[in-house]
């Protein structure tokens, strides 16, 4: 199932990369390329912090390969493959 990304966060584009913001509107939430509205390649989320919290990729707005949560300071934590 592919899924647009739809969201009523703060969200601006830059130099093609889709970035989204916690609700304070200043710290990044996720970052990474939509096609069409549907996530596509690398994506990044992080905590209210600014530390990263988990990676990983879309194909077609499909979770695939290697995603990573991280702990609070950065460093992984678990990793997971995705079909």
């Known amino acids: 199932m592919v899924k647009k990304i739809i969201s009523d966060k703060k969200t601006e584009i830059i130099d093609g990369i ?7 509107g200043k710290t990044i939430w996720s970052k990474g390329k939509t096609i069409d509205g549907i996530a596509e390649g690398y994506w990044e989320w992080y905590r ?3 530390t990263i919290k988990r990676s990983g990729y879309f194909d077609k707005g499909n979770p695939v390969g290697e995603w990573i949560t991280y702990d609070d300071q950065g460093h992984v934590y678990k990793v997971s493959r995705k079909k």
């Open 18 to 24: 889709t970035i989204k913001y916690h609700a304070n």
């Open 48 to 50: 209210l912090d600014g």
